[in-house]
């Protein structure tokens, strides 16, 4: 539980961090107020690492420009037409923004700036009242006019004003109470919720790239699945990731199967403790990540009852990937991730067969050719995928895999398993047969590299012959 007495005493320390301490003496050297203000003056409060500074002035960006240019190793005014300035004050970069009264037209997302003059006109124009804190320096005195600090003790997201009118200025911002519900482990109120669950068809005026940008924050935080369970429950998900509510399936009492909506969040959660163990400086692994939470998609479209109780779904790792590479699309996500995770979907039973027999060097060659740059990420979500109660099971399951990732290893030492790539390149199939550039050397180099996957290294004469005894038969 927060220490309310501890969680103001830092504020003193946040005050004293020597960017803080620098602008504040140049703002009040000029006459001007500034406070630090949101994301950095709520973190400091519970007792968490703070970055980004922001600060919120009296002073219009004409004034922020001219006080910060002495002090700033570089500066930057592509926000000032929202005066904000962006500039790096002792190797530190930071916003500082005129106090701002925006409104909007409520057919778009994007604000028409008008300056205010007072700090707390500012704070409640802003997502929720534990960011619409500031705290006022030098003076260190924090200002909190819609009790952001009781809410924090509490552990609630709620909006500075009636919630229906904050989500309707900007619905983005019932996007982001999903993600600070799973950054600070809150709870979104009553009253936000329902407005959620009653706006959120007006996410569809907000771009998919903002959309795309709240849900990759999201996935980005310790234990996304709160705000996951917050899009699902309330229904906005529906607007941008149906596919998630939809794995909520419904269950008869003839035909039982696994839930597979909570096996998805477990997965996501299992994916994420074995990424931090395997890579514990690494940034979170995004692409993984949806991944573990889309790799079932596949399975209400393919799902089967059959006789006996029996519940079927043949090739949803197919289906799924496409279902995902669709959905990605529509949101803008950039091609690297989006190839990643419909690969990693398409792929995350092909351990399985590997389970129930060993396989031969051949098959491991072809995971690994498979998977490619994903492998690393494909070790991780097969494991994440076994959810079974039954210890006997997922022991074998665990044993098996450490099983072929051991083949993998002693592969890699034997083969240069990473760039599998036949024993001849194009060039010297042309001129073993002597032919020109064209369909027939992509035909030969296949041939080989199918005999590379088969057979491991043979060397180049014994791939020459191989490769003029199939030209001669081939049809």
Do not use: C
């Not at 602008?23 to 009040?28: E, Y």
């Not at 552990?155 to 619905?171: A, E, H, M």
């Not at 068809?201 to 795309?212: D, F, M």
């Amino acid at each position: 539980m927060l220490n309310m007495a501890e969680g103001l005493s830092r504020l003193g320390a946040l005050a004293a961090n020597p960017v803080v301490a620098t602008l504040a003496t140049a703002f009040a050297d000029a006459g001007f107020e500034l406070a630090v203000v949101g994301g950095p003056v709520r973190d400091a409060i519970l007792g968490r690492e703070t970055h980004d500074l922001d600060f919120t002035t009296n002073a219009r960006p004409d004034d922020i420009l001219r006080i910060v240019k002495p002090i700033a190793s570089t500066h930057w005014d592509i926000g000032r037409a929202f005066g904000t300035i962006g500039a790096r004050v002792r190797s530190e970069q930071v916003e500082i923004t005129t106090y701002r009264a925006d409104s909007y037209d409520g057919s778009s997302r994007k604000p028409v700036v008008e300056f205010g003059d007072s700090i707390h006109g500012d704070l409640v124009r802003r997502d929720f009242t534990v960011n619409a804190m500031a705290l006022q320096v030098p003076a260190v005195k924090l200002v909190d006019p819609t009790s952001g600090v009781e809410d924090l003790v509490a552990g609630i997201l709620r909006t500075p004003i009636d919630p229906d009118v904050s989500f309707g200025d900007d619905p983005l911002r019932m996007l982001r109470a999903a993600r600070f519900s799973a950054q600070l482990d809150f709870t979104v109120d009553a009253a936000t919720f329902a407005a959620i669950e009653k706006l959120r068809e007006t996410l569809k005026i907000v771009s998919p790239e903002r959309v795309q940008g709240e849900l990759v924050r999201l996935m980005q935080t310790d234990d996304p699945v709160r705000g996951i369970r917050v899009l699902v429950d309330s229904g906005l998900i529906e607007e941008f990731l149906p596919e998630v509510s939809a794995l909520r399936l419904e269950v008869d009492e003839h035909h039982h199967h696994k839930d597979v909506y909570e096996h998805s969040l477990t997965v996501v959660r299992q994916a994420i403790e074995l990424e931090r163990q395997r890579n514990p400086d690494s940034e979170p692994d995004v692409a993984l990540r949806i991944a573990a939470l889309l790799h079932d998609i596949g399975k209400p479209r393919t799902r089967k009852l059959e006789g006996g109780g029996a519940v079927t779904f043949h090739h949803h790792d197919v289906v799924g990937s496409r279902m995902a590479r669709k959905r990605l699309q529509a949101l803008r996500f950039d091609g690297d991730t989006t190839d990643a995770v419909a690969k990693l979907i398409e792929l995350h039973l092909r351990f399985f067969g590997y389970a129930e027999g060993a396989w031969t060097d051949s098959a491991v060659r072809r995971y690994v050719r498979d998977a490619g740059a994903q492998l690393d990420q494909l070790h991780i979500l097969v494991r994440a995928d076994v959810t079974t109660r039954n210890k006997r099971k997922a022991s074998r399951l665990a044993a098996a895999y450490d099983d072929i990732e051991r083949r993998i290893v002693e592969l890699r030492e034997q083969e240069e398993l990473d760039s599998i790539r036949p024993d001849l390149d194009g060039n010297q199939i042309q001129q073993i047969l002597g032919i020109p550039p064209g369909r027939e050397v992509g035909e030969a180099y296949r041939y080989l590299l199918e005999i590379r996957l088969d057979e491991g290294v043979i060397g180049a004469d014994a791939a020459a012959q191989r490769l003029r005894e199939w030209w001669t038969t081939r049809p």
